[in-house]
């Protein structure tokens, strides 16, 4: 994984609220790459894994497919009358 890779996901990562596992995982990481330059394999999967995680979750709940299209009211409401406990729609409008 390149410095440019790293940096952007930590930025994103560190924007959401993490658990303390994830963050304390986090700072090992950056203290990792800032001392060897690089990262080992398992490091950036696990990485990658949760940073994947966060970005599913936000597409997920956040997308605007996803959220209910408004209703078009209609032009003119129908007229409801009540007649023995039913309502029954007015035809004669």
Known sequence: MDDRRLSCILIRLKA?????RVRQFIEAVEKYFSEKGV???QQESILEGIYRGKIWIRKTLFNQNNLPRPRALPQKLP???LLKSKVVRNVSV
């Open 39 to 41: 990262l080992i394999d």
């Open 16 to 20: 959401d609220e993490l658990t303390m």
């Open 79 to 81: 007229k409801f009358v």
